[in-house]
Nanobody
Framework: QVQLVESGGGLVQAGGSLRLSCAASGRTFSSYNMGWFRQVLGKEREFVAAINWSAGSTYYPDSVKGRFTISRDNAKNTVYLQINSLKPGGTAVYYC????????????????????WGQGTQVTVSS
């Protein structure tokens, strides 16, 4: 069993930045690939970033490329999401997820690839 706990969310002005953290406990953190998703109220959850188990590879959709950066520290059992240039209307709940699956990171843009999820952290963007 893997437990994931996100933190770092909050209220930020449009154009600002945040760094989200996701702390993992349970099975060996360095064994699994990690992803971040976001969900706007009333909409489906959307993939925003993935990183492989060794931090040697990352993947982003075009919608966030250049603004979001995913990283991980396996010694601290933590994955991070740096969000820059937050946009008006960007209010969402951000979730981290863990996957024991292997393969090209481009395949990790769907929820079905992930085995464990955190409870989410709210990011509110004010205009």
């Amino acid at each position: 069993q893997v437990q994931l706990v996100e933190s770092g969310g909050g209220l930020v002005q449009a154009g600002g930045s945040l760094r989200l953290s996701c702390a993992a406990s349970g099975r060996t953190f360095s064994s699994y690939n990690m992803g971040w998703f976001r969900q706007v109220l009333g909409k489906e959850r959307e993939f925003v970033a993935a990183i492989n188990w060794s931090a040697g590879s990352t993947y982003y959709p075009d919608s966030v490329k250049g603004r979001f950066t995913i990283s991980r520290d396996n010694a601290k059992n933590t994955v991070y999401l740096q969000i820059n240039s937050l946009k008006p209307g960007g209010t969402a709940v951000y979730y981290c997820a863990a996957s024991f699956n292997r393969g090209w990171l481009s395949r990790f843009r769907t929820e079905e690839k992930y085995d464990y999820w955190g409870q989410g952290t709210q990011v509110t963007v004010s205009s």
